[in-house]
């Protein structure tokens, strides 16, 4: 199998990885919850997960890293508890589902929303964030790249512009999380969302929020924390209060060693490979007769995938093709972003989308440009 659908999941991990997660199952325990050996490595395991995410992005600190399942868990509890009716929100056409939805329903409690149009080569300018605040704008909800078109968005200005005037900044970092620099400080980001499973290597079932200190959130969960037991709300000291319940240790083991291998290899060498990958399967397909590739591969730092599609053919069948026939995996369809497929006139097309790890190679990249060109020639 040509595994090219790493912006759904990184199929394709470190060993490490899943030694880590068949230890953790065989050896930890539940973390806070015991004094016992089993519960006391886990807890220690957690934390010092907790310390490389904060260092990894450069947060506020180890204890503002809250795990959650997934990136949608943590936009929804970003979205939900930071914003309240008679705000006004900013967001774009580029958007994912899991920041659209939870922005429909605060919009029907009262929520103002305004979504920001984006170019048929699916840009928007930083400019077009500022020009939308308003004196009752409470907040900026965007995600730093395109899981479509793999278009990034100028984190630094943008949050330049919150900070000016005082607005919250919630990032959606799914496609980019592990694959981009991040820098919470730099981009005075209050909130930013990540999920492990994609460019950090982890296994599925984790990610979580990085947490501004002195930011006030609602929690999306209510329950057991380990502390404070007999108090009637949920513990209002970080992570506890956005940990309710169990937290899924054995898969941040695994995202631990992801990391781990992230740090041994260095960000910025994983992402040159990235791109020059990207950049040959884009410079091999852009030009072939009945191919149309969507997105701006002007930008220095952009998410590593390519979606195209090959004339009027539906996507979802060129998808099954390039699988039966010449075992490529990608993605099609819609993939959770309707406006954006709204912009690209895509909506019935859909696209077909080629995502790519540094655990690909330049033969792999090569045998799907022929393959493409084969389809495209019947």
């Known amino acids: 199998?040509?595994?090219?659908?790493?912006?759904?999941?990184?199929?394709?991990?470190?060993?490490?990885?899943?030694?880590?997660?068949?230890?953790?199952?065989?050896?930890?325990?539940?973390?806070?919850?015991?004094?016992?050996?089993?519960?006391?490595?886990?807890?220690?395991?957690?934390?010092?997960?907790?310390?490389?995410?904060?260092?990894?992005?450069?947060?506020?600190g180890s204890e503002q890293v809250a795990f959650m399942s997934n990136a949608t868990e943590a936009l929804n509890t970003a979205i939900d508890g930071m914003l309240q009716p008679g705000d006004h929100v900013i967001t774009t056409a580029m958007e994912h589902n899991s920041v659209l939805r939870p922005l429909y329903?605060?919009?029907?409690?009262?929520?103002?929303?305004?979504?920001?149009?984006?170019?048929?080569?699916?840009?928007?300018?930083?400019?077009?964030?500022?020009?939308?605040?308003?004196p009752d704008t409470e907040a900026i909800v965007c995600t730093h790249a395109s899981n479509v078109t793999g278009t990034a968005l100028n984190l630094y200005r943008i949050g330049e512009a919150c900070k000016r005037h005082g607005l919250h900044f919630i990032v959606d970092a799914s496609q980019s999380a592990g694959i981009l620099p991040i820098d919470i400080q730099a981009m005075n980001i209050d909130a930013l969302c990540f999920t492990g499973h994609k460019g950090l290597f982890g296994p599925q079932g984790t990610g979580g929020l990085c947490l501004k200190k002195g930011v006030t959130i609602r929690p999306l969960k209510s329950g057991g924390s380990g502390i404070h037991s007999f108090d009637k709300e949920q513990p209002h000291s970080m992570p506890e209060l956005l940990e309710a319940g169990t937290i899924n240790a054995h898969g941040i083991a695994g995202l631990k060693a992801g990391l781990e291998y992230i740090q041994q290899e260095g960000?910025?060498?994983?992402?040159?490979?990235?791109?020059?990958?990207?950049?040959?399967?884009?410079?091999?397909?852009?030009?072939?007769?009945?191919?149309?590739?969507?997105?701006?591969?002007?930008?220095?730092?952009?998410?590593?995938?390519?979606?195209?599609?090959i004339r009027n053919e539906d996507a979802g069948k060129v998808s099954e093709i390039l699988w039966e026939d010449y075992g490529i995996a990608t993605?099609?369809?819609?993939?959770?972003?309707?406006?954006?497929?709204?912009?690209?006139?895509?909506?019935?097309?859909?696209?077909?989308?080629?995502?790519?790890?540094?655990?690909?190679?330049?033969?792999?990249?090569?045998?799907?440009?022929?393959?493409?060109?084969?389809l495209a020639a019947e």
């Open 105 to 134: 329903l605060k919009e029907q409690q009262g929520v103002a929303l305004t979504i920001l149009p984006v170019g048929e080569d699916g840009t928007i300018s930083s400019e077009a964030f500022e020009e939308a605040i308003r």
């Open 267 to 309: 960000l910025e060498r994983l992402y040159t490979r990235e791109a020059l990958l990207t950049k040959t399967f884009y410079e091999g397909v852009r030009r072939i007769d009945g191919v149309k590739v969507y997105g701006n591969f002007d930008q220095e730092k952009r998410a590593p995938l390519v979606a195209l599609n």
């Open 331 to 374: 993605r099609a369809g819609a993939h959770c972003a309707p406006l954006m497929h709204e912009t690209l006139r895509t909506t019935e097309q859909g696209v077909v989308r080629f995502s790519f790890s540094s655990f690909n190679t330049m033969e792999e990249i090569k045998t799907a440009i022929e393959a493409i060109r084969e």
């Open 1 to 60: 199998m040509i595994y090219f659908d790493n912006a759904a999941t990184t199929l394709q991990k470190p060993e490490t990885v899943a030694k880590a997660v068949a230890e953790a199952i065989s050896n930890l325990g539940n973390a806070g919850r015991g004094a016992y050996d089993a519960a006391l490595h886990s807890m220690r395991m957690v934390y010092e997960t907790r310390e490389m995410i904060n260092e990894f992005f450069n947060g506020d």
